[in-house]
């Protein structure tokens, strides 16, 4: 290569495979101007193939991508920037309909890092089908997708939480549904009980369900009422599609 010429030495590899090289590699020298510092990137590839799919990132990788990570609280984005952190990236590669774009920040809330993961699965379950049109079918196609190869994006919140917080978890998750935005105590309650569970009592469930909400996991109605959801909708499908009241219950005894 270019750069093996340069520098006198064999450090970059290359050849005829498609995706021999992925990542780049960055090499520094000085001359008699000063230091230089060059940057092989991999090879090009074909336009629809925009990045890489969400299972060729491994579970070990991001199991130390997230444990070695410093978290940082960060601010919710409006919907209209959610819709141009959505759109933006693939503009004139992928376009994204009205009714997706929705979807999106439905789920997320315009949580930045959500929104985009949401939008990388979206990108890749594209090109899987060679298309450049997204709609809200295709979200939802994504959505499942994250949802059971993604667990390392939300396995901080969960590995976080201490067992009376993921019984609580559980217990909305299984409780709200489509078209039923937000949970009483009592009726997570009853969830609970339906898996087996019959030591919480309310009193202590509502002092969790706060301390939740409190750490912006949850949020708590704006009218007073003692009614609960999660912040992130995408969080609560993952904990519906992944956990279950029965399983907490008997790790538990």
């Known amino acids: 290569t270019l750069l093996n ?7 970059m590899i290359t050849g005829p495979e498609p995706g021999l090289t992925r990542d780049s590699i960055a090499a520094e020298w000085q001359d008699e101007q ?25 579970h070990d990788y991001w199991s130390i991508l997230f444990n070695i990570a410093l978290y940082r609280r960060i601010s919710y984005l409006s919907p209209a920037d959610a819709a141009r952190l959505i759109r933006q990236p693939a503009a004139g ?6 009714l997706a774009v929705e979807k999106i920040v439905g789920l997320t809330r315009g949580h930045p890092y959500f929104v985009q993961l949401i939008c990388w699965a979206l990108v890749n379950h594209c090109n899987a089908g060679e298309r450049n049109y997204a709609t809200i079918n295709d979200v939802n196609d994504a959505v499942r997708e994250i949802l059971t ?3 390392a994006h939300f396995a901080y919140v ?6 009376a917080e993921r019984l609580a978890l ?6 709200l ?13 009853e969830t609970l009980a339906g898996g087996g569970e019959a030591q919480t009592g309310q009193a202590a469930l509502v002092e969790t369900l706060d301390r939740l909400a409190a750490q912006e996991v949850l949020e708590v109605a704006g009218d007073g009422a ?14 519906e599609a992944t956990k279950s009241v029965a399983a907490i219950v008997e790790r538990r005894l």
Do not use: C, N
């Open 5 to 11: 010429t340069l520098l006198g030495e064999e450090r």
């Open 34 to 58: 000063g230091p230089i510092r060059i940057v092989d990137t991999a090879g090009m590839r074909k336009k629809a193939r925009i990045s890489h799919r969400l299972e060729e990132m491994s």
């Open 93 to 98: 590669v992928l376009d994204v309909d009205e």
């Open 149 to 151: 190869t993604g667990e």
């Open 158 to 163: 969960w590995q976080q939480a201490a067992p």
């Open 170 to 175: 559980v217990g909305l998750a299984h409780t």
């Open 177 to 189: 549904r489509p078209g039923k935005d937000w949970a009483r105590p009592a009726e997570i309650l």
């Open 226 to 239: 003692l009614r609960y959801r999660f912040q992130l909708e995408v969080l609560r499908l993952w904990v």
